[in-house]
């Protein structure tokens, strides 16, 4: 029987406080996610701040959930650009944000709105994929991350509501064309590869490099599945011109974060 590490990463209290990982824990994540793909950090945030935005959350999802049966029952929100969606844990993570810079340098940048991962009751199991390719696709050995995201689960992930499954250490993998990982052809090499589903408790914070393969599972509860997920990436030689279609913020919005937040969301036009 193949034994899987334990990815995830307990923090102490005085971490929490401080809002900062120990320089030996950011190793151990750091080593994780190079290794794995992915780090979960246990229950960081406050119990009333996860209820807070799982009642947010909820309300806004329960306008656009599916009411037919056969309606696609997995999805996500646009977070509103207002209090309580553009709080700092949320937008600017310090624990995620401290793994992610790390990696990746701390010019990395995000966009608004940012999304939630949604699965409703009962969601069935999603086709196996991965966010995003390699960089050059082709070259032999996996290059460090260009994309990173941090989800925030507002609910426990069980096996009854449907915890990602993940395959760990596939954001090496570099054999396949771009061209050649359509959903059928990952599910049959994957199927040779031991898997793990992230069981995590709400509140905890996991960071992944968006290139492991992975897929959402049933949902055979009642309650909706939350998650929310903020995409994140290296700053490489200039801006894109095709970013030039992202949404703009409002001013007012834009006041509401931070000097560190605004740097991270500076691609994002601001109208008045």
Known sequence: MYIFPDYTL??????????R????????????????GFVVLERVLPDEWVSMMRTAFDEETELYKPH????????????????????????????????IETMMGEDIWTIMPYHT??????????HIHRDTQHLFPGYPVALPPTLM?????????????????????????????PEDTRPEQLAERAALMPSVCTHMPAGSVLVRD???????????TNDIRTMLSIVYFRQ????????????????????????????????????E
């Open 117 to 126: 991962n949604t699965s409703w009751p009962g969601a069935d199991t999603q």
């Open 68 to 99: 037919k049966d056969g309606d696609d029952k997995r999805g996500g929100r646009q977070a509103p650009l207002r209090m309580p969606f553009l709080d700092p844990l949320a937008v600017e993570n310090p624990w995620g944000l401290q793994i």
């Open 10 to 19: 307990k923090i102490t209290r005085r971490e929490r406080k401080k809002g």
């Open 236 to 271: 490489l030689h200039r801006l894109p011109n095709h970013l030039t279609h992202l949404s703009p913020i409002t001013q007012a919005a834009k006041d509401m974060l931070s000097e560190r937040a605004q740097r991270l969301y500076r691609y994002n036009p601001v109208e």
């Open 149 to 177: 995201v941090i989800h925030i689960p507002l609910i426990d992930f069980t096996e009854e509501n449907g915890s990602t499954e993940v395959w760990p250490g596939t954001h090496l993998i570099t054999d396949m064309a």
């Open 210 to 220: 968006m290139r492991v393969w992975h897929r959402g599972m049933p949902n055979r």
């Open 21 to 36: 990982l120990t320089r030996s824990n950011l190793a151990e994540a750091i080593r994780q996610v190079r290794e794995s």
